[in-house]
């Protein structure tokens, strides 16, 4: 077998080695037997792989030429090629040609070779090939609308697979090439190639073809995407290509080989699960270069082209990141798998050793989850990219420079883990702010040396790197409290963060776990007990509390952010902590009952009274009050059951306790209305107002000290006035 470099034109005039004989190449015939001409097809697969060969076949003509992959084929005694491999790219040269040769008005006799290919899948197939060949277009339409306008073309060829293919392919180049100054001469000089290896003395038979002829079906996307790798690392170093081809047909197949399927597959290959893992390592190249892949094509050929072409400068330093975030899973030292390493860092649960993950939303293989929902954003967002990110620092430096044993990366991962849990406005790519290139750059820092960088800006949240800070301060000083510290961190109401009991109590993390064994209500009761714990947020005008069904709520309350009255609720959870060395909903319950009864005793009546007392101010979903001026008007707030803004479900507290059935959804749960009359809260009073006009019809006011503090229940008050006042209540 010889193997030699042939252009579509030269070949035609190249003689082989048939079977002794010297035997010039009289033709190409596609057999009967390969599959019909897909590179015209419109689906979205070919299409793309249509784009994508146009567009190399463009750059060959207009710039710097190409050799393409290898044809193979049998030539008989008679000269009669037939492909083997390769019928899909002889058959498009055949037509950039043709379009070449018409548009250019090329001499019969130095483009007659085109009349020595044809196909032989389907008769139509092949006197399409004869006709195109006599076919001289005006060039004054679309190529296909001239053809199918000519009285040879019947509209039934318009049927056959190969046909409307080709068609749609002639448009294509025309599309492509019309502005391409002599295109024949391009051509006619080699600015594109190809390396025809013979096949002979085989026997061509039908199992040979199904063997062979990309195994009976066409290449797989996969399959595209590694030769087109290949390639563009054969043109810089070959045997950096051999490396990597070899690396990805053996290590990385037998690393991904377990995970087949993972993403919901049915066939039982890596091709799906190699390509989510590549994005991932693109996503970090350009994270890295401080961009954004938001907005970029984002299918594979598209970043090959992007990062690992000769067009892109850091081509080789590219590669090197795709080899070693590969490489870095294959050989674990002391484990056996990636699964088995991951489970000894990560657990569902707190596990001394370990960094605690939501069993809730995400598995603990981190490396399974990418390979198998990287292109969900639901299931793998950003903050799973970044303690992925983090892990593969560690693995990618194991070995090179003996970074830090299980141990220590295991406490490095918790800070980055709490950062991350800590910093959801913060952990985003959008287009006015992308901190992820930042963020990772704190990473490698913490990752690679245990300590936070101070002079990188604009990453992780600000509260959260301080306390990141202080506690790694605070552990050098006392390392005999770091299991206290870490289990107090894995608290659900916690998620990494403790500011809101701080490191000078830690003593109070056995009294914390008690305290939230408890009815979530009977400890907001208990708190509110203690003091107005409430957070005002940054718009000036909501409040945040507690609520019994809602981790959200709790998160906002004791994880330091924008709002106003983080201390003050500190403060009050200390209280409650300090009151008792362990808690029962009894015991919380007779806290709140004790300050109730004091109330009720002094006849004094603070807005938290009415808090604690009546469970409309406790509805249970988001929790949120709004009143503009709480310090003027302490009584005027309204109970938001959403969380941005005020809707139907929004209410007045006050009115609901006493006359659900007449509180008006229409006016936001601002009125109780009785026909032609209608009721509103005021800060020191009810008022009864005409409800065609808003006259005011009577005014009930509540008893206030000189502090402006009621002195009488409100509630019980309006109450009784509905009773008196035969008010349908």
């Not at 910093?423 to 287009?431: I, L, N, P, Y």
């Not at 206290?484 to 403790?498: M, V």
């Amino acid at each position: 077998m010889d193997t030699q470099l042939h252009s579509f034109m030269d070949i035609f005039d190249t003689s082989f080695d048939v079977s002794g004989k010297k035997i010039r190449l009289s033709k190409i015939s596609i057999p009967i037997i390969q599959r019909d001409y897909a590179q015209g097809r419109l689906d979205p697969e070919a299409s793309r792989v249509r784009e994508r060969f146009l567009e190399s076949l463009y750059q060959a003509v207009t710039g710097q030429p190409i050799t393409l992959d290898f044809i193979y084929g049998d030539i008989n005694d008679e000269g009669v090629m037939t492909p083997l491999d390769g019928q899909q790219r002889l058959t498009t040269l055949f037509l950039l040609h043709w379009y070449a040769a018409k548009k250019e008005k090329i001499l019969e006799e130095d483009c007659e070779f085109l009349s020595k290919f044809s196909y032989e899948t389907r008769y139509s197939a092949r006197d399409f090939c004869t006709e195109l060949w006599r076919f001289d277009p005006a060039f004054t339409d679309r190529i296909s609308s001239e053809i199918i306008d000519q009285t040879w073309f019947p509209l039934d060829w318009k049927k056959d697979p190969t046909i409307s293919s080709m068609l749609v392919m002639l448009d294509s180049i025309q599309a492509r090439f019309k502005d391409v100054p002599d295109l024949w001469g391009h051509l006619r000089d080699g600015a594109v190639t190809f390396y025809f290896l013979p096949i002979r003395d085989m026997g061509l038979t039908d199992e040979l073809y199904i063997k062979m002829n990309s195994r009976g079906k066409p290449l797989t996307q996969f399959e595209h995407f590694k030769a087109e790798l290949e390639r563009n690392i054969r043109a810089v170093d070959g045997a950096l290509a051999d490396r990597i081809a070899a690396k990805i047909d053996q290590d990385w197949t037998d690393l991904l080989w377990k995970y087949r399927g993972t993403g919901g597959e049915s066939d039982d290959l890596i091709d799906d699960e190699f390509l989510r893992y590549f994005r991932f390592v693109c996503d970090v190249i350009c994270y890295r270069e401080g961009q954004s892949p938001q907005g970029k094509r984002n299918d594979e050929f598209s970043l090959l082209n992007r990062y690992f072409s000769q067009q892109c400068p850091a081509f080789l330093s590219n590669l090197r990141t795709l080899e070693e975030l590969f490489d870095c899973w294959c050989d674990i030292p002391d484990f056996e798998s990636p699964s088995k390493f991951l489970d000894a860092v990560m657990s569902f649960q707190h596990t001394p050793g370990k960094i605690m993950v939501d069993g809730s939303r995400y598995g603990i293989d981190i490396f399974r989850d990418c390979l198998s929902f990287y292109l969900d954003k639901r299931r793998f967002p950003l903050n799973r990219f970044v303690l992925l990110y983090a892990v593969t620092v560690y693995l990618r430096h194991i070995k090179s420079n003996g970074a830090a044993d299980l141990w220590a990366f295991s406490c490095r991962l918790r800070i980055v883990n709490n950062l991350i849990q800590n910093s959801t406005d913060e952990v985003s790519d959008r287009a006015d702010r992308n901190r992820i290139p930042a963020i990772l750059r704190q990473v490698d820092a913490i990752i690679l040396t245990g300590q936070i960088d101070d002079t990188i800006e604009n990453n992780f949240n600000v509260n959260q790197l301080q306390e990141e800070k202080e506690k790694s301060a605070f552990l050098q000083a006392c390392p005999e409290k770091e299991e206290a510290l870490f289990a107090l961190e894995d608290h659900p109401r916690l998620n990494g963060q403790i500011s809101i009991i701080g490191i000078d109590h830690l003593d109070h993390d056995s009294r914390f776990v008690s305290l939230f064994k408890c009815d979530l209500d009977q400890i907001d009761c208990a708190l509110m007990a203690f003091g107005d714990y409430g957070q005002r947020e940054r718009n000036g005008w909501r409040y945040q509390y507690a609520s019994s069904k809602n981790q959200s709520a709790w998160d906002e309350l004791f994880h330091k952010s924008a709002n106003s009255g983080f201390e003050k609720t500190n403060e009050i959870l200390l209280l409650l902590l300090e009151s008792n060395t362990e808690f029962s909903d009894e015991i919380l319950v007779s806290i709140a009952d004790r300050y109730i009864e004091e109330c009720e005793r002094n006849s004094i009546y603070p807005w938290r009274y009415y808090y604690i007392k009546y469970p409309v101010f406790r509805p249970g979903s988001f929790g949120k009050l709004s009143n503009n001026n709480a310090s003027i008007t302490p009584y005027l707030f309204s109970v938001m059951q959403t969380r941005q803004q005020w809707s139907e479900n929004t209410y007045m507290p006050y009115l609901k306790a006493v006359d659900d059935q007449h509180l008006s959804r229409d006016d936001m749960g601002q009125r109780l209305v009785y026909g032609d009359r209608y009721i509103v809260c005021e800060n020191a009073a009810f008022v009864v107002k005409s409800t065609s006009d808003d006259t005011v019809l009577e005014r009930i006011g509540i008893n206030q000290d000189s502090s402006g503090i009621d002195t009488e229940d409100r509630i019980k008050k309006l109450a009784d006035y509905l009773r008196s006042a035969q008010f349908s209540v």
